[in-house]
């Protein structure tokens, strides 16, 4: 698999993946172009592979620790790889208040990594440079990712 700088302007990146480990890997290769305050936006459906796809930039950004959707926390931190990794779950996030409330734009500058699985849920509030992640379930294990 190559990735050719998916972080420039306009440029987009396809990945079809045929298992979880697939998914975990090319999230893996791809945390490894990653910056300070980056942020990753991920839309898709429920099973779509959004917690897998974390999985693997935490891994790719050197984090050994468990991983998981922080459904009713809102945020979980990953730190102690070459970045920390903020990873929130926005599926129940109904507003602003909600995302200020859980200081989502105070970590967007806390020097880390930034993730939102249902971006869908903040589009409006996403910031203009945010990487756009698109999950398309086409079968039992196959996916298709656009980045």
């Keep these: 698999?190559?990735?050719?700088?998916?972080?420039c302007e306009n440029h987009m990146t396809e990945l079809i993946s045929n298992s979880t480990h697939e998914t975990e890997a090319f999230a893996e290769t791809l945390?490894?172009?990653l910056n300070q305050s980056d942020m990753l936006a991920l839309f898709g459906g429920m099973g779509a592979g959004k917690t897998a796809f974390v999985r693997g930039l935490a891994r790719g950004l050197g984090f050994t620790g468990e991983t998981s959707s922080?459904?009713?926390a809102i945020v979980h931190e990953y730190r102690g790889g070459r970045l920390p990794l903020f990873h929130f779950d926005m599926y129940r996030v109904a507003g602003r208040d909600d995302l200020e409330s859980?200081?989502?734009?105070?970590?967007l500058d806390a020097g880390g990594v930034t993730v939102t699985e249902w971006s869908e849920n903040i589009e409006a509030a996403l910031p203009e440079?945010?990487?756009r992640v698109y999950?398309?379930?086409?079968?039992?294990?196959?996916?298709i990712i656009r980045i």
């Design 1 to 7: 698999m190559k990735l050719d700088s998916p972080m």
């Design 31 to 33: 945390a490894k172009t």
């Design 70 to 72: 922080p459904t009713f």
């Design 102 to 107: 859980c200081a989502f734009f105070e970590y």
């Design 129 to 131: 440079n945010a990487v």
């Design 135 to 143: 999950f398309e379930i086409c079968g039992e294990d196959k996916r």
